[in-house]
């Protein structure tokens, strides 16, 4: 393996990215903070881990097979998959009417969502798996994924419009490409939260698993997809020509969903506090039955080890990171979001 494949393994603050060699996935997990929701540091780590896959497979030699055939995105956090927006920067932004920012925030967003959708213009099949809660933007990214796995006791929603706004970095567009414009607006107006039962029934998840060996279930989907993945990656051409999602497209409903953010009121912004506290009281009640899923996410080996070691691209690594295994801390200042490379200007 090159310098440049170990680069999608680098240390992020608030996601966890690990190799799983036997079916050539990388799998991806979600830890942000304060708060399960999309922070400022998470969308700048998924970027940088997006734009580090692209810069791999640019620069490998095409004669050669591909180690990656698959991302799978998922959560290290027990019963939350993530549950959307960072509601209390908006808060902020709205109240002090800065439109500039609150677009900032939401373009870093559709960036993510787009190179998942379009799986990053690679021969590579992005994965959505929801354990747990998925909301507004944590549903959203989800439907980004080229196949969509949930557990049993998952839930997935948009509760956006109890605040008075509708879900824009995405929602809109790919339900529509799902299940149609009716039964997307009905989704997305009724704020309900759906079991992923009920999900699977109407065709927006592609495979319902056990919450019981969650991992074992997904690499058995993987095995069996990969004996006709040749067949797949031209159907995900085939629906991107068909019925593809444009950048273009994202963008424009991204502006929409910012100028109605700008025009909330006090008391649409102080339903968006309650639901802030909904979010804090959840995390407490799952930190208090859950230690955080470090385990098999962390090396994808179980043997032991002495530090200091030298690693598979000759570093030296002195201790064993994942003693730290809550990196949830609140950051006073965190690090201003920068978009790594813009979204190529040649793809539709």
Same mark, same amino acid.
């Given at each position: ?12 603050r ?28 998470m ?28 991302l799978?995105?998922?959560s290290?956090?027990?019963g ?7 509601l ?24 993510n969502?787009?190179?998942n /959708?379009?799986?990053?213009?690679? =021969? &590579? #099949?992005?994965?959505? *798996?929801?354990?747990? +809660? ?14 969509l ?36 607006e ?46 797949f990656?031209?159907?995900?051409? /085939?629906?991107?020509?068909?019925? =593809? &999602? #444009?950048?273009?497209? *994202?963008?424009?409903? +991204?502006?929409?969903w ?91």
């Open positions: 393996m090159t310098p440049e494949f170990y680069k999608i393994f680098s240390e992020y608030e996601i966890a990215v690990r190799y799983d060699e036997p079916h050539k996935a990388v799998w991806c997990y979600f830890n942000p903070a304060p708060r399960p929701c999309f922070s400022l540091q969308l700048q780590d998924l970027r940088l881990m997006q734009q580090n896959i692209i810069d791999f497979f640019h620069g490998m030699d095409r004669a050669r097979e591909a180690p990656i055939r698959y799978v995105v998922c290290q956090i027990p939350i998959y993530n549950l959307g927006g960072d209390s920067l908006f808060i902020n932004l709205i109240r002090e009417q800065k439109k500039k920012e609150l677009l900032d925030y939401a373009i870093h967003c559709i960036d969502v787009y190179l /959708a379009v799986n990053m213009n690679l =021969p &590579v #099949t992005t994965v959505s *798996l929801v354990e747990g +809660v998925a909301l507004g933007g944590g549903f959203e990214t989800a439907l980004s994924g080229n196949m796995i949930a557990t049993e006791d998952a839930e997935m929603g948009f509760p956006e419009i109890r605040f008075n706004l509708f879900p824009g970095m995405g929602a809109y567009s790919l339900l529509a490409r799902l299940v149609g414009t009716v039964t997307a009905k989704m997305i107006g009724s704020g309900a939260i759906y079991s992923a039962g009920e999900l699977y029934e109407m065709g927006i998840v592609n495979h319902l698993i056990g919450a019981d060996k969650v991992r074992e279930s997904v690499e058995r989907i993987l095995r069996q997809h990969s004996q006709s993945d040749n067949g990656q031209a159907m995900m051409l /085939a629906r991107q020509r068909c019925n =593809p &999602v #444009t950048y273009q497209e *994202l963008e424009d409903i +991204v502006h929409i910012v100028d109605a953010a700008l025009r909330l009121t006090t008391r649409d912004l102080k339903m968006m506090e309650r639901l802030i506290k909904a979010q804090q009281a959840k995390m407490q009640q799952q930190e208090k039955r859950f230690i955080l899923r470090t385990k098999q996410d962390r090396r994808f080996s179980g043997e032991d080890v002495t530090f200091p070691l030298t690693d598979s691209s000759g570093k030296t690594v002195y201790y064993d990171r994942r003693q730290n295994n809550d990196r949830r801390r609140k950051q006073d200042n965190p690090k201003p979001l920068r978009r790594e490379t813009a979204i190529p200007s040649h793809v539709s």
